[in-house]
């Protein structure tokens, strides 16, 4: 494998992305980053919906977040409220609209036709890239943010409450396995 040549195809493939995801999000007198937020927060969990998670998730300054995110809330894209048990926690979700941009512009149509064309196993194509950020992101001591379904933390019940995390000790429905989570682990192979 030549480094130089992954990373060509890489840098492409991503520019090609960004100039579609700048096409989509100027349709709607957004930019890039804001279609970002929105999609990170149709896809993440409860322990993941925070200001703060999503300014990890995204690698922007605790600034660009929290402008990017007042401007989402101005247009009435996503909503905030208090956590029950901690009144200091915020928790971020979707209103009707947002996700209504979610579902036009993320992923790009782009993308899924191309994908639609693509020689080979996509399945292989995915595990391949999905190893490939979980090796860029320990080697640079990075967050790593995965889905639940496939945590460490994730322990699977027999009785009512099927899934639970670990971590919190808190019962998780099936939909919230499937989510983003900030807090998610998993062994090297």
């Keep these: 494998m030549d480094p130089n040549r992954v990373y060509e195809l890489l840098e492409r493939t991503a520019a090609l992305l960004r100039a579609e995801e700048r096409r989509l999000s100027g349709e709607h007198e957004l930019h890039p980053v804001h279609i970002h937020v929105l999609s990170y927060l149709a896809r993440c969990n409860r322990y993941s919906d925070s200001p703060a998670a999503v300014t990890e998730y995204l690698g922007v300054t605790k600034g660009t977040a929290s402008q ?3 401007v ?3 247009r009435e894209l996503i909503e905030s409220h208090q956590d029950i048990g901690d ?3 915020q928790h971020l979700r979707l209103t009707r609209s947002g996700a209504r941009i979610v579902e036009q512009c993320s992923p790009p ?3 899924v036709e191309a994908l639609a064309d693509v ?3 996509t399945a292989l194509l995915e595990a391949s890239l999905e190893s490939l950020l979980r090796a860029m992101q320990r080697s640079n001591n990075f967050r790593p943010f995965g889905i639940c ?3 460490d933390h994730l322990q699977r019940n027999a009785g009512r409450a099927k ?3 670990g971590l919190t000790g808190e019962a998780l429905d ?3 396995t499937l989510r983003i989570c900030c807090e998610f682990q998993t062994s090297p192979v």
């Design 149 to 151: 379904r496939s945590c």
């Design 174 to 176: 099936e939909q919230s």
């Design 163 to 165: 899934f639970r995390c």
């Design 119 to 121: 020689d080979g196993d």
């Design 68 to 70: 990017t995110l007042r």
């Design 87 to 89: 009144g200091r926690k």
């Design 109 to 111: 149509p782009g993308l």
């Design 72 to 74: 989402l809330k101005q």
